[in-house]
Structure formats: C-alpha cells, structure tokens
C-alpha cells in the first residue's frame, strides 16, 4: 500500500496556477517532516519544498522561492504545495514525501525521506 498519495497535477499555462495536495494513507505522518520533490525528463529528481513536523518552518529550492508555498494539515493528515507563476521550466512529476526528520535542512536531500507517493504530472506550457 502507498502510503502517500498526490493529486491536483495538470496541464497549464505558463503564469497559471495549481495547487498539489498529498494525503497520507493508513498511516499519520504528523510527527513526520514532509517535502515534494519533482523529476523532469531527462533530469534527476531534486528537492522543491519541504516543511517541518508542526509546519512552523519551512524550506525550499532557489528556484521555486516566491512562487511556491508549501503547508500541511496535520489534522487532515495532508500536504499541499500551491505553485503561482508557473513557468515551462516546472514541468515535471511531483512526489511528496515524509521524512524520519522533524526538521532541519537535510530535509533538501531525498535520502532523508523513506516515504513516498507515486507522483503527480505538472505541464506547464509557454
């Protein structure tokens, strides 16, 4: 059983919206960090956004500072990355994770994170 499971990816023009959600499955991940990461063709997976277990802190990549706001509903038991000011350079597929970690920034590197969904298709078109 996959214990994350995301949605909200699409097709979308470039300076669009989309916000990507990720709800945990048979497990709480409440004490847990969580991140997304993406993986274009071509490219190795890399580290987008993560946030801390209470969702006080939060981290991101160059790239998507300022344009991506990553939060969490840890009554839900859910994820959300809201992506504004997409560009074509953002297509890729996007994983949410959950980390061992509680927070910390070794929550950039995809090792830390033992928990995975199988990933949500982001098109961004120009």
């Known amino acids: 059983q996959v214990p994350l499971v995301e949605s909200g990816g699409g097709l979308v023009q470039a300076g669009g919206s989309l916000r990507l959600s990720c709800v945990a499955s048979g497990r709480t991940f409440r004490t847990n960090a969580m991140g997304w990461f993406r993986q274009a063709p071509g490219k190795e997976r890399e580290f987008v956004a993560a946030?801390?277990?209470?969702?006080?802190?939060?981290y991101y990549a160059d790239s998507v500072k300022g344009r991506f706001t990553i939060s969490r509903d840890n009554i839900e038991n859910a994820l959300y990355l809201q992506m504004n000011g997409l560009k074509p350079e953002d297509t890729a597929v996007y994983y949410c994770?959950?980390?061992?970690?509680?927070?910390?920034?070794?929550?950039?590197?995809?090792?830390?994170?033992?928990?995975w969904g199988q990933g949500t298709q982001v098109t961004v078109s120009s």
């Open positions: 994770a959950a980390s061992n970690l509680r927070f910390g920034i070794l929550l950039r590197t995809q090792q830390e994170y033992p928990y």
């Open positions: 946030i801390s277990d209470v969702g006080t802190t939060t």
